[in-house]
C-alpha cells in the first residue's frame, strides 16, 4: 500500500462503505446492479451523505461569511489608513490590526474555503476506487470498507447510455461516454458558474463588491468552469456524476440560504425585508457581537434584533412595576 492509500485509507472506507450500503439498498427494491442508474443513484446518495456529514462546516462558513462582511467598514477604514504606504512595517501593521479584527469578531477570511477543502478527501478517494474498478473486479487490487470484487465487477458491467462508468473522455475509445463526458463536464461549469454568479449578484452588498476577496470571486466565476473543463476529460464518468451531483446540491442550497438568510445590505436582504412586510411580518437587522467574553471563535454569532417600526414612530421602553412604598411595612394591629 502506497504512502498515498494509507493516508486515504478512513475516506476510502467510508466511500466504499456508503456506496455498497446504497447499492445493497437500491437492488433490496428490485433494481438491477449492472444497470448504469443503479450506479448513479448510488453516486448522488453517497453525495447526499457526504454533504449532510459536511453540513456543521456549511454552516459555520455561512456564519464566518456574514460577519466578514459586516466588518467591511471597518476593514475598508483599516486598508485606507495605510494607503500607498509600501514599507514592511505599514504592511505588518496593517496585517496585524486586520486580524486583530477578525480575532475580535471571531471570523476568518479562509473560513469559506473549509467545505471545499472537507470535501477533497473523499474525491480523491472515490476518484481511486473509480479508476481501479477494473483491477478491483479481477481481485488484483482491494479496498478498505464492503466495496467487494464482485461490486467491482457488476460496476464494470454497468452501463448509461452505451457508457462505461469507469470510462474517461481521453482513456477511452467509447462514443457514447466521450460524449456522456462532455454533456457532464458542462454541466459542471455551468452549475458552478451560476452559484458564483447568484452569489455575487444577489448576496454580496454593493460596498463588498470593491476589495480583493471580491476580485477574486470574480476571477474564480470564470477561471473554476475552465479548470473542470481542463480537468474533467481526465475523470472517470463516475467521479464526473458525483461532481455534478455536489456543485447541484451546493447552487440549491445557497439558493435557499440566499433568499431565507441573506447577508446584511445585500438584494437579498432588501428583497426578504419587501417579502416580510408584504407579508404584516416584522423585519429583522443583524448586528454583530465580538468573541472577547467567551475568548472563541463561535462566541461571535450573529444577533438578529427586531428593525425599528415605519413611520419614525419610537417604541417606548417598558419600566418594571415598582412596589409602592410602605408596602413592606407590617400592618397596624
Known amino acids: 500500500m502506497g504512502f498515498l492509500d494509507t493516508l486515504l485509507w478512513p475516506f476510502t472506507w467510508l466511500v466504499s462503505s456508503i456506496m455498497a450500503g446504497f447499492h445493497w439498498l437500491l437492488t433490496a427494491v428490485g433494481m438491477q446492479d449492472t444497470n448504469g442508474l443503479t450506479w448513479i443513484l448510488v453516486i448522488v446518495g453517497l453525495v447526499i451523505i457526504l454533504r449532510l456529514l459536511l453540513m456543521p462546516l456549511f454552516v459555520r462558513q455561512i456564519h464566518s461569511q456574514r460577519r466578514m462582511q459586516l466588518i467591511q ?37 479562509f473560513a469559506s474555503c ?17 479508476n481501479s474498478i477494473p483491477t478491483i473486479a479481477d481481485g488484483t487490487k482491494d479496498v478498505p470498507g464492503f ?58 452588498p454593493a460596498s463588498a463588491l470593491d476589495n480583493p476577496m471580491a476580485r477574486q470571486q470574480k476571477v474564480l466565476l470564470y477561471v473554476l468552469p475552465l479548470v473542470f473543463a481542463v480537468t474533467g476529460v481526465n475523470f472517470p464518468l463516475g467521479v464526473l456524476v458525483y461532481w455534478t451531483a455536489s456543485n447541484l446540491w451546493t447552487m440549491c442550497q445557497q439558493f435557499y440560504v440566499i433568499r431565507r438568510m441573506p447577508a446584511p445590505g445585500s438584494p437579498a436582504e432588501k428583497a426578504l425585508e419587501q417579502r416580510r412586510q408584504a407579508k404584516g411580518k416584522p423585519v429583522t437587522k443583524m448586528q454583530l457581537s465580538t468573541a472577547a467574553d467567551a475568548g472563541d471563535e463561535e462566541s461571535a454569532a450573529e444577533e438578529v434584533t427586531p428593525a425599528r417600526p415605519q413611520g419614525g414612530q419610537r417604541v417606548q421602553p417598558k419600566g418594571k412595576k415598582r412596589k409602592k412604598a410602605g408596602s413592606n411595612r407590617p400592618k397596624g394591629r
Open 147 to 204: 466495496f467487494t470484487p464482485e461490486l467491482a465487477h457488476a460496476m464494470n458491467e454497468s452501463t448509461v447510455l452505451g457508457a462505461h462508468m469507469s470510462s474517461s473522455f481521453l482513456h477511452s475509445d467509447d462514443t457514447p461516454a466521450k460524449i456522456l463526458a462532455v454533456v457532464l463536464i458542462i454541466a459542471m461549469s455551468v452549475t458552478t458558474f451560476t452559484t458564483q454568479h447568484q452569489l455575487m449578484r444577489k448576496n454580496m
Open 73 to 109: 467598514p471597518e476593514l475598508m477604514k483599516i486598508q485606507k489608513k495605510y494607503k500607498g504606504k509600501k514599507d514592511d512595517i505599514s504592511r505588518q501593521k496593517m496585517q496585524e490590526e486586520s486580524f486583530g479584527l477578525y480575532k475580535k469578531h471571531g471570523t476568518n477570511p
Open 114 to 130: 473549509l467545505p471545499i477543502l472537507a470535501q477533497m478527501p473523499f474525491f480523491f478517494a472515490l476518484f481511486r476506487i473509480l
